[in-house]
């Protein structure tokens, strides 16, 4: 979708209609999937369902020469993104070892772990401002959330410094936005408040989305998290004096809203 056109009615009504297409066809993936994993067929199984709608929200968003450092729930985000394809999915499940079938990771990891290519076959760059960019996912959690404030940091100091303005394969100037992803239950990780003060501090072009499912597996949020909000936790580093960052919280059922936010 062209953000800054105006639809038209039917533009808008294919719109949705293609949203609500990647939001079936990832939960239907999920269901698969759980199936494939509980009837031996696949060793093991992670999987996004229940935040498709979140997903596909943020990925109108996401531009080409943006970059995701992101955890593995985020399958609709990559499929909406273009990204991944259902066959490209199921390989992961299977553990695949082909590239051409996985390229995301070939099977040296878990499922559900994304990544997109920085290099050509013979070992140069490739324009990162021409593609939408994923670094490669790893299992620990919140351990995403040190690379994102490293890829947004990057991004401001393309734009703060003159030497890098040659690289015009790597940044268009630091317009660049890092995007991130994470579960309530990891934002209790030490990860994830060192790089949210950081942040604050550094003013870099960071969005990072934390999907409140009310439980971490199966503990209740309300032994974990403080004030059983991880928004409300947070005030603390909200924009008052200029090097905060801004909270929102919304509905992940609420397209309209999920839509306006991002």
């Given at each position: ?5 105006k ?5 808008f ?9 990647i ?26 369902d229940?935040?498709e709608?979140?997903q596909v929200a ?12 992101g955890y593995y ?21 299977y553990?695949?070892t ?33 593609q ?26 393309y734009?703060?410094l003159?030497?890098l303005?040659?690289f015009?394969n ?24 060192e790089?949210l ?5 550094l003013q ?17 949020k ?25 909270i929102?919280?919304v509905?992940?059922?609420?397209y ?7």
């Open positions: 979708m062209e953000l800054d056109k639809l038209s009615f039917d533009d009504k294919k719109e949705v209609l293609n949203d609500y297409y939001c079936n066809l990832s939960r239907k993936l999920s269901i698969l999937g759980r199936k494939e994993v509980l009837s031996g067929k696949a060793k093991f199984g992670i999987f996004g229940g935040k709608l979140a943020i990925a109108k968003f996401f531009r080409k020469g943006d970059w995701r450092s729930r985020d399958q609709t985000w990559m499929l909406a993104s273009g990204l991944l394809t259902p066959e490209q999915f199921f390989a992961q499940l553990g695949d082909d590239i051409r079938n996985n390229p995301h990771n070939s099977g040296r990891v878990f499922n559900n772990h994304f990544s997109t290519a920085n290099t050509n076959p013979d070992g140069s760059w490739k324009n990162l401002m021409e939408k960019n994923s670094s490669a996912d790893i299992s620990p959690t919140a351990g995403q959330m040190p690379r994102l404030l490293g890829l947004a940091y990057a991004s401001k100091l734009r703060n003159p030497e303005n040659s015009k790597l940044s268009e100037g630091g317009n660049e936005v890092a995007f991130g992803s994470i579960g309530d239950a990891s934002t209790s990780e030490g990860h994830f408040w790089t003060n950081a942040a604050s501090v870099v072009p960071l969005a990072l989305f934390v999907y409140d499912d009310g439980y971490g597996i199966s503990v209740p309300k032994h974990q998290t403080a004030r059983q909000s991880i928004s409300e936790a947070i005030k603390g580093l909200e924009d008052e004096y200029g090097n905060g960052i801004k929102y919280k509905k992940g059922w609420d309209p809203a999920l839509v306006k936010i991002v």
